[in-house]
Every structure is written in structure tokens, then in C-alpha cells.
């Protein structure tokens, strides 16, 4: 049977083994039957045959005789060593430091570790900081469905509200609208699909009535539609053609202009790039992190005066970057988009570089110990070594969240207020 005693209980008891008939009681052979050479060799000087010795006595315990015993110390959980674990992207790597075989609770206190810890309840948080960019998040471009001449463009910097014209071609705007759905046909009586409820939820909050606003182009939508032309001073037709309305998610701000007026242009041909109105962070992450990017979740700014600014994920988009050079492979990257909620903290900044927080997890209300605590045991997992004035015993634990140096812990005897032991 495999001797498993640990520092809390007593050894298991000895059994001797049968008593040999031929020994004397003082241990020596009667001389009728001298001991072999063997059996010579296998007493200790002094003392009876080594054979003779309850079970489990090592052959180290016996000494001469006269001589003083050796305290035989009561052996303890098995401990291979302390550990040092380094978080890696949400990972803890666990790197084994050699330490002794731990001492027990009848040992003195010399053998207590020299550096403690307590026991404490705290909320852990998995977090990761990258570098972002604060602007106005990332850019779309404008890409004329019309043919014909620039006529009017905005400068850089430019707010374009809904109704109001992106850009004119031929004297006549291109008229902003909000909607994700970007305009891909002509849209006239009969036509049905999520693109004309599109239109007339704006026409609808244009003012423009009289519609259901549903998928269905009605002659009533073309009535509605012939006022919004006369109103921008277009041709009262009642059919919107493909490349008068651009929509955009919400209102839009010009970032660059990439045409200029009297300039020719195509269907297909870029005309300008546009942002959102709002102040917002744009962070490139690797592949490999993007578990922290998830939208709608909280994060943490770090403006360049130091103030810490709210934010949320608002977009998270996967980005393939071409091969730099020959030979080497394309890169893919996580982009995020995160709004601020306090605008006006940024106001200040037009472009800068800030720093980004992520918390991939959180457990509220947890023990936790600094990861120098734990031991690993050869039996296998993690344990602690719990103090208690001048003893100590060995305290198996099963590990949660690692966060910041520290480390979700629970077992039995693991309270909030003990001590435990640091790494030597």
C-alpha cells in the first residue's frame, strides 16, 4: 500500500514482523545457530538484524549502539515546489521554482515560511491594454452612382445631417440618409423589400405622411416621395433613382474629398470619405485577442491628460492586411471601434493616441491569494500552505480566475483572514 500520510494526522503503526525462534532476547543468535555471513552483514553494529525491524523503519533510522536516536521527522504532503505563473493572454503558465520538501506542524518554526499572506475577498478582473487612436472611429467612402459633374463638395471637417446634400452632380444633391442598407436599385411603385421601409422610415421622420411604413412601395410612398423632390427641387417624378440617396448609419462628418468641383465622375468613382459625428477610439487588435473584443462591452480610456474616460464596443470588424513583402503571408487583425460616453472629455483632442482597457472576465466577491502562494502538489494540483502560529500544513485548493498577481482560490479551511505562506 502506498503511504499516503500528510502533516494533519499521525503515520500509520508500524506491524512487526514475526519473531525469529533462533534469536535471543538480547538480539544475538544462539550459538548453536550462528548467523551467516549474510545475515551478519545485515545487522546494524550493535543492534539486531535489520531483518528483525518492524516494517517501514528505514535502514538510515537504526544507529550504533549507545549512540542518540535521530529525531525521525513525520513526512508531509508531498510538495514539489513553489510557482511563479505569467498571464498570457487570459492563460497562466505555470513555471516550477525548487523549494524543499516542505516542513510539517511538528517541525520548528524555523522550517515556517519566512514571507506571508492573508486571505482576501476581491473582485478579479481579466484584463488587456492596447494602444487606440481617439478620432472619430473608422472611415467610409462615398462612391458616386451618377454620372455626370461635381458641382458642389464639402470641405473636410464638414457635418452633413440627413437631408442634406453629401455632394451634388449636375446642380442636383445626393442626399443623405440614415439606414444601413445602402442603396442598390431604383426604388418606384411596386417595389417591395427591407430597402423601401428603409426610405420611408426617413421619409417618415422627414414629416412626410400619409404611407404605412412597411416593405411595400404603395402609390402612397410615391405621393410622399413626389413632395420630398419638389421640397429639394428635383424633378417630381415620384420614383427615387439609384444614386440620389446615400445612407449612412447616422449623421456624418467629411474626412477627406478625394474630388473636386468641375470634376468629372462615373458610376463607381470614389468622390469623398466620411466618419461619424462622434468622438470615438479605433483599436487594431491581433487576431489572437480578440476574446476581449465583444460588443457592446465595457471599457476603460486613458486620455492623454491621465483622465480616465467610459467607453463600449461598438464595432468589431476582422481586417486582412496584404503581405509586405514576397514570401510573407497576409495578416489578419481585429478592428475595434469604441464610443466614448462622455463626449465632452474629449472635445479637446482632435486626434490622439490614448490607451484602451479590456476586461475579458470578472469574478465579483471571490477569495483570492498573490500567485506566490501556491504550491503544487506531486499528487497533482495546486495547494497553499495555511499557518497557524508556529505550524503549518499543506491545504489543497482548486484555482478560478488569474488577474493582476493574484488568484481565485477555494478549499476546504480557505477563509478570508488566513495565513498562508508565500514562495521562498
Known sequence: MTDRRTASGPPEPSVPRTPDSSVAPNGNRDPLHPASPSERDSRAPGGP?????????????????????????????????????????????????GRPQASTADDSAADLPPA?????????????????????????TAVSRLAGTLTAVPDSGTGV???????????????????????????????????????????????????????????????????????????????????????????????SVAA????????????????????????????????????????????????????????????????????????TKVEVVVGLADQQAAAAYALASVDVTFTAQEREDVLTVPVAALLALREGGYGVEVVNGDQSRYVPVTTGLFADGWVEVSGAGIEEGVTVGMAK
Open 49 to 97: 538484524p535489520i531483518s528483525s525491524l518492524p516494517v517501514g523503519t528505514d535502514s538510515a533510522d537504526v544507529v550504533e549502539a549507545g549512540a542518540r536516536p535521530r529525531r525521525r521527522r513525520r513526512r508531509g504532503r508531498a510538495v514539489v515546489a513553489g510557482l511563479v505563473v505569467v498571464a498570457a493572454g487570459g492563460a497562466a503558465a505555470v513555471v516550477l521554482l
Open 116 to 140: 506571508r499572506a492573508t486571505v482576501t475577498r476581491q473582485t478579479l478582473h481579466d484584463s488587456y491594454t492596447a494602444d487606440g487612436e481617439l478620432g472619430y472611429g473608422t472611415t467610409t
Open 260 to 331: 473636386g468641383i468641375g470634376q468629372p465622375v462615373r458610376p463607381g468613382d470614389t468622390v469623398l470619405t466620411y466618419s461619424g459625428t462622434a468622438k470615438a477610439v479605433t483599436v487594431e487588435l491581433a487576431a489572437a485577442d480578440q476574446r476581449v473584443a465583444v460588443k457592446g462591452a465595457a471599457v476603460e480610456i486613458s486620455l492623454p491628460d491621465d483622465r480616465k474616460v467610459a467607453g463600449t464596443v461598438e464595432r468589431v470588424s476582422t481586417v486582412i492586411e496584404p503581405a509586405s513583402g514576397q514570401g510573407q503571408e497576409p495578416t
Open 161 to 255: 445631417t440627413r437631408n442634406q446634400a453629401l455632394y451634388t452632380v449636375d446642380g442636383q444633391p445626393v442626399v443623405l440618409m440614415h439606414g444601413a442598407m445602402p442603396a442598390y436599385r431604383p426604388l418606384s411603385t411596386d417595389t417591395e423589400g427591407p430597402d423601401v421601409r428603409q426610405l420611408e422610415e426617413n421619409l417618415a421622420a422627414l414629416g412626410y405622411t400619409g404611407f404605412t411604413v412597411d416593405e411595400e412601395f404603395t402609390a402612397s410612398t410615391a405621393d410622399a416621395v413626389e413632395r420630398w423632390q419638389a421640397d429639394l427641387g428635383l424633378a417630381e417624378t415620384g420614383v427615387v433613382e439609384l444614386g440620389r440617396v446615400a445612407f449612412a448609419p447616422g449623421d456624418v462628418r467629411v474626412d
